[in-house]
């Protein structure tokens, strides 16, 4: 078994490469037994070798499982040798919030009728009348105003309907609330990851592997992985069946993140090895 890498190697902003060659990220954080790059925590026995400022993977760590679909899923390396793949799923939850679903309206309008009230009234009657009495000396009352012209004013008293209005509570209307319970049936879309593992893709590197040693200036194995892996993973690829690789080749250039034709060149043939191999099977 590989010697356990020492933590005093390691420190952060290190760069941390895959098996395959390709660039994971700078060391973020440490601890006794492992190292987070980007998140992703890796086990010290997954190391295979720290060189300078850059830290070497070995091979299983980052290895593609599914035809390369899953080359970018979160990997957590348990023992030399171990990788472990999650695979997820979604679940569906509905949860239940207050929601205005009607509204019952009570309207009021106003009416106007004419009412007749029964009042009694009393009121006094004036009645005069003029009577003879037997001659007698007139009194000093009798003499107080006696030969003045005037008037006098006798007043006449009775009762007077006064109407008035006062507003009182004859009824009322009652709006009552019940509760009633309803099932609903609530229905979406969810997804959950499906993972094959593609036996076949080892045996294809391997033998462009010896093919690339024999190949003058070819690049390293390291270096052309990534692009062959890439081709690999679209020839299996169910929306290309049918199609040869000129045919994709756009889509691959983009898969590949070959922004300009300099690039595409450089990297292609990988690229075509990968996709034509994984036809072959």
Not at 242 to 250: L, N, T
């Amino acid at each position: 078994m590989r010697n356990m890498i020492d933590p005093k190697q390691l420190r952060r902003g290190m760069k941390v490469q895959s098996g395959e060659g390709q660039s994971l990220g700078a060391i973020e954080a440490m601890d006794a037994d492992s190292i987070t790059v980007k998140g992703q925590q890796y086990e010290l026995s997954s190391i295979e070798r720290v060189e300078g400022d850059r830290v070497y993977l070995t091979r299983q760590v980052g290895a593609s499982t599914d035809r390369g679909a899953v080359a970018g899923a979160q990997e957590r390396v348990e023992a030399e040798g171990e990788v472990r793949v999650p695979v997820r799923e979604e679940r569906l939850e509905v949860e239940k919030r207050p929601a205005e679903r009607g509204e019952v309206r009570v309207n009021t309008t106003v009416v106007s009728e004419q009412k007749t009230v029964p009042v009694e009234l009393t009121q006094e009657e004036v009645h005069v009348e003029q009577r003879d009495v037997a001659d007698r000396p007139a009194t000093e009352a009798d003499l107080a105003g006696a030969f003045k012209e005037g008037t006098i004013r006798v007043p006449v008293r009775g009762e007077q309907a006064v109407a008035r209005k006062e507003t009182v509570v004859t009824g009322e209307v009652v709006v009552d609330k019940t509760r009633t319970t309803e099932t609903e049936q609530i229905a979406d879309t969810v997804r959950r990851e499906v993972v094959k593992v593609d036996e076949r893709y080892d045996q294809a590197r391997a033998a462009y592997q010896k093919e690339l040693a024999k190949r003058p200036g070819a690049p390293r194995m390291e270096e052309a992985e990534p692009h062959f892996r890439t081709g690999y993973g679209a020839a299996l690829d169910e929306r290309f069946a049918g199609r040869d690789f000129d045919q994709v080749e756009p889509e691959l250039r983009r898969r590949a993140g070959a922004a300009d034709e300099s690039t595409w060149e450089q990297i292609k043939r990988e690229v075509r090895e990968g996709f034509n191999r994984a036809r072959e099977r």
